[in-house]
């Protein structure tokens, strides 16, 4: 059975005293920490995981290279999320 995660990453991140530690360095250095974190727990489970990060925040996505197993989505505002 295959295990499907989905993940709304600036909650994550907010939720997290460590990885607001990160996020207080800045937006690209939150989402790097959290990517990290979770490429090496897909590693470790094998499971499919999506991370959708929501909002208006326009910085570079450099953290994209670290997690070329996951589905990294991001999106300008939540009401522009496809249904599904």
């Known amino acids: 059975m295959s295990v499907f995660i989905i993940i709304d990453g600036y909650n994550l991140i907010r939720?997290?005293?460590v990885?607001?530690?990160?996020?207080?360095?800045?937006l690209g250095a939150g989402r790097q920490a959290?990517?990290?974190r979770l490429n090496d727990y897909q590693i470790k489970k094998r499971y499919k995981?999506?991370?959708v990060f929501d909002?208006?925040?326009e910085e570079e996505r450099e953290e994209e290279r670290i997690a070329t197993a996951m589905?990294?989505?991001y999106f300008r505002a939540a009401a522009n999320m496809p249904m599904m």
């Open 19 to 26: 990885l607001r530690r990160y996020e207080l360095r800045g």
């Open 34 to 36: 959290l990517l990290s």
């Open 15 to 17: 939720q997290s005293r």
């Open 71 to 73: 589905l990294i989505l």
């Open 49 to 51: 995981i999506t991370v």
């Open 55 to 57: 909002g208006r925040q």
